[in-house]
């Protein structure tokens, strides 16, 4: 929030009013992911039919500065093809007269009207929680909002003893069994980083609880948090304010420290109003361990309930791995990931996300593949789509699993060590790596490679998903570290499945069928529009097999 990190569903640069931008430097501008019309990118939600997409927006310039935060404000029927709107809050008051930062929507009942808390800066740099209301809620555009006289509705004082400049990012509001309002609100005390829990009545007036929902040593500022419930039995999304049997719930933070946005499952104690999560170290676990929504560039995301197709609906902020001249230079920075439909696993250890069926509407030119036996060392090209702007599902059968490398303990089982430098790519050993090389160049001078290895332990084989940008571009200022995710399949008796989203400068992955996600930046001068190429490959000394690929060519949609 006050820092440059802090965004509520991430937050987007655009300038393109500038008139020395040209088309030539928009290379690696998306086309298919989310972005305002201009600048620099809070609260998503459904109402009347519409899906309104709230986010916060640097007005003033691409990459993110104090006191210029606006909420801008975006309209959907199908959360594809977006239209703007005029800007929802703009700082106009003593609490928010230095940014309108991070916030939710909540759908009031029994009328459910929509309401929004939101972070407000004061002059003396405190961060203040605010109200607001549609000023007309017949209009399913929402059009205008209005603050609460009674504002600020939370603020840190002496007798709270909350830290005022780390007290930011109120959750969407769940109705207890005993009728009160319950939202969080991220802070932290010294090291320990928490959830405050407010109750109210009315949704005016809020009374901070005796002790936070959950809080954790050694972690750090807990930024945009988020609190909701999973069934055990099912894909189907809740309410927020749902609870009962076959439910488990979910407290996801955005850590500041490391810019990682880590959950944990557990059990919601509505008689205490604690949160209990199911390992005893929660998030004061070795952070490497720690469950995270995507092991890439993922960040302040947050969730939202779509009633219309009864699903739990991510949203996730992808930042540039670009330097801040270049975000100046192109004159926009950071992006929404494409929304995830989210679930929890039937092991009900961890959560599963896919993107939504939606995206699948803007695939045309299909390419498809069966049964081709991919050998140790081989390339294979993908022709036949738009290589830049692709989506592309591949799965893999593997056999002669006593050949897959022996998994070093020494390794310290961190997934992103062991998709980096030596053990890469090109380390061919045993089972991997193979995939998929995306906006890869003629030459080969630049490639993005996302890829599976598999390893064995005594006991078990592992499977390590990387995506490995340190070969994306020639351009060496970029941020080209590799990322890595373990995922929880049984090479034995399953296929190895991997999807990639590519846009441009957006490499979006999804290993096991969503139980591991990767996002990538990548900024390529070579593989660019019709110049990228798009390859399958095995760099392992073991073949292995494609049972299907099918790649799609993204056609562009509407958005601002």
């Known amino acids: 929030m006050a820092n440059s990190s802090i965004w509520l569903l991430g937050t987007l640069a655009f300038l393109l009013c500038n008139a020395h931008i040209k088309s030539s430097d928009q290379k690696h501008r998306p086309s298919y992911h989310f972005q305002p019309s201009k600048n620099w990118i809070n609260g998503p939600m459904r109402y009347k039919g ?7 927006h640097n007005p003033k310039a691409a990459i993110w500065s104090n006191y210029s935060i606006v909420w801008g404000h975006s309209v959907s029927k199908d959360l594809v093809n977006w239209f703007p709107l005029p800007h929802a809050l703009i700082p106009s008051k003593p609490y928010d007269i230095k940014g309108c930062w991070s916030g939710s929507a909540t759908m009031v009942h029994p009328m459910g009207r929509p309401v929004i808390l939101y972070t407000g800066i004061d002059f003396k740099e405190h961060q203040t929680q605010n109200l607001v209301v549609p000023k007309n809620a017949s209009d399913p555009f ?11 509705v939370m603020e840190p004082s002496n007798a709270n003893k909350i830290n005022a400049t780390s007290f930011r990012d109120p959750t969407t509001a769940w109705l207890g069994h005993d ?5 969080l609100v991220g802070s932290q005390e010294g090291d320990r980083g928490m959830a405050l829990l407010f109750l109210s009545k009315d949704f005016v007036n809020w009374v901070q609880a005796k002790h936070p929902l959950h809080s954790a040593k050694r972690t750090g500022m807990w930024e945009c948090p988020d609190f909701f419930p999973v069934l055990t039995n099912g894909t ?11 439910v488990r719930h979910v407290l996801k933070v955005s850590l500041f420290d490391v810019s990682h946005d880590c959950y944990l499952i557990g059990t919601y104690d509505t008689t205490k109003d604690v949160f209990v999560p199911d390992h005893h170290k929660g998030f004061e676990h070795n952070e490497s361990l720690i469950p995270r929504y995507d092991n890439g560039k993922f960040y302040a995301s947050k969730t939202f309930y779509d009633d219309a197709k ?10 540039e791995s670009s330097v801040p001249e270049d975000d100046i230079h192109k004159g926009w920075s950071g992006i929404q990931a494409i929304p995830r439909t989210l679930w929890l696993d039937k092991s009900g ?3 599963v996300q896919w993107p939504i069926e939606e995206v699948e509407k803007l695939r045309t030119n299909p390419v498809t593949l069966h049964s081709k036996i991919l050998k140790a060392g081989t390339l294979l090209e993908v022709s036949g789509v738009t290589a830049a702007q692709a989506d592309v599902e591949i799965s893999f059968e593997v056999n002669e699993l006593e050949k897959a490398q022996m998994l070093d303990p020494s390794w310290k089982m961190d997934p992103q060590l062991l998709c980096s430098g030596k053990n890469g790519t090109e380390a061919k050993v045993g089972l991997g790596p193979f995939g998929l090389l995306v906006l890869a160049s003629k030459n080969m001078q630049e490639y993005t490679a996302v890829f599976f290895k598999v390893f064995r332990t005594n006991k078990r084989y592992m499977v390590l998903m990387c995506s490995d940008q340190s070969r994306s571009s020639v351009n060496l200022k970029n941020d080209l570290t590799p990322y890595g995710a373990f995922v929880d399949v049984d090479p034995v008796h399953e296929e190895l499945s991997l999807r990639c989203l590519i846009d441009h400068s957006v490499v979006e992955s999804f290993g096991g069928e969503g139980k591991a996600s990767i996002a990538a930046r990548v900024y390529p001068t070579l593989a660019i529009n019709d110049e990228a190429h798009l390859h399958a490959f095995n760099n392992g000394t073991v073949h292995v097999k494609i049972t299907t690929l099918s790649a799609w060519t993204m056609k562009k949609p509407n958005i601002n």
Do not use: A, C
């Open 142 to 152: 929402l059009r205008e909002w209005v603050k609460s006289p009674k504002n600020p």
């Open 179 to 183: 009728n009160l309002w319950r939202v």
């Open 50 to 56: 519409l899906y309104h997409m709230f986010y916060q």
């Open 236 to 246: 189907i999304g809740l309410d927020t304010s749902i609870n009962g049997p076959h």
């Open 310 to 319: 009864k699903r739990r609906i991510l949203w996730g902020w992808i930042n």
């Open 349 to 351: 250890k961890q959560l």
